[in-house]
């Protein structure tokens, strides 16, 4: 069965700080892969997307996830961090195949609090 | 362009009364679904809908009920509240390609509380 874990619950970084939030994701074939982030109160964004092709992938907002098949992980980073990244972020992986297209299935997240 | 549009923002209810939560979207598109958010659990599929007449479950389906007349509308309905259900409720839509794997766009949730 697919799942994603996230096996960070609350990360704190100081502002200008690298950041690397980790997902990791059980799958039987290529997967679709998502990052998103909530904001407090608000709806969920997408960041950036794997599909296939070159493996380090580029979102909005500066953030970048690089998928390693060997590790069956899709690690979301970003250089520097801005006071205004705080907030939540979700990794999903979605299904291939028949009546199941469209199905994300998300990790728990992680909560991301950036210290100034 | 709207999106997905859900009504309403906030609702409380009381155990036992029931509601239907409103979900739109203007985009066209094929694939809509219906998430709750608790907290640590993430985001959990209730039901979901590959086009207008087809439904089907999700990981956590009891206690809702879902219909798709249209494309644009996705309405999920409690039928029998019960404090369990106090959550945060979101709906999404993707259009539905031959391999899947669209991104889903989200509304900006429904939040729900049952007395």
């Known amino acids: 069965a697919q799942s994603v874990t996230q096996p960070d619950i609350h990360i704190t970084v100081s502002e200008g700080a690298s950041l690397e939030l980790r997902c990791n994701y059980s799958?039987?074939?290529?997967?679709?892969l998502f990052w998103y982030v909530q904001s407090p109160g608000q709806g969920l964004q997408l960041l950036l997307k794997?599909?296939?092709?070159?493996?380090l992938v580029q979102g909005i907002k500066g953030f970048e996830a690089e998928f390693k098949r060997s590790q069956s992980s899709f690690n979301l980073r970003k250089p520097s961090v801005h006071w205004s990244d705080a907030a939540e972020y979700f990794c999903?992986?979605?299904?291939?195949?028949?009546?199941?297209?469209?199905?994300?299935?998300f990790g728990k997240g992680t909560k991301l609090s950036v210290k100034p | 362009n709207a999106g997905v549009t859900q009504t309403p923002k906030f609702q409380v209810l009381k155990t036992g009364q029931s509601m239907t939560l409103q979900c739109a979207q203007d985009?066209?598109?094929?694939?809509m679904s219906w998430y709750r958010q608790d907290p640590g659990m993430g985001l959990r599929l209730i039901h979901y809908?590959?086009?207008?007449?087809?439904?089907d479950q999700g990981e956590v389906p009891n206690g809702y009920n879902v219909s798709r007349s249209t494309t644009e509308d996705f309405p999920l309905r409690l039928l029998s509240a019960a404090p369990s259900q106090t959550s945060v409720y979101f709906c999404?839509?993707?259009?539905?390609?031959?391999?899947?794997?669209?991104?889903?766009?989200f509304g900006d949730g429904t939040r729900l509380s049952i007395l």
């Open positions: 999903a992986v979605g299904a291939y195949y028949g009546g199941s297209q469209g199905n994300l299935i």
């Open positions: 999404a839509s993707s259009p539905k390609t031959g391999t899947g794997g669209q991104p889903q766009h």
């Open positions: 985009m066209n598109h094929e694939y």
């Open positions: 799958y039987g074939a290529t997967p679709y």
């Open positions: 794997y599909f296939s092709g070159d493996t």
């Open positions: 809908s590959v086009g207008a007449g087809i439904t």
